[in-house]
């Protein structure tokens, strides 16, 4: 008796479960990569990094003092993000 198709479908079953495993692997990878990148890029990892709201025409430097700038980050819309570089 040949056993031949039973062969070639455990060797799929086998093949598919790895490739499964190494997707699931690659997808937890990116993902975590990405929660790290936007924890890197977050307004507290810089140098004394603060969301401030400011008044009209008013800057970093005049609500917390010399040395502090204003960068793009991930602030409420109302708020600025100051740091010291």
């Known amino acids: 008796m040949r056993k031949r198709g039973v062969e070639l479908s455990m060797n799929v079953i086998i093949i598919a479960a790895i490739a499964l495993i190494v997707l699931v692997l690659l997808v937890l ?45 991930d602030c409420p819309s109302e708020q600025t993000c100051c740091f010291q570089p």
């Open 29 to 73: 990878l990116v993902t975590n990569a990405t929660k790290n990148i936007q924890n890197g890029t977050a307004c507290a990892q810089l140098n004394r990094g603060q969301c401030v709201s400011l008044g009209t025409g008013e800057g970093c430097a005049d609500a917390l003092g010399d040395g502090y700038t204003s960068a793009a980050r």
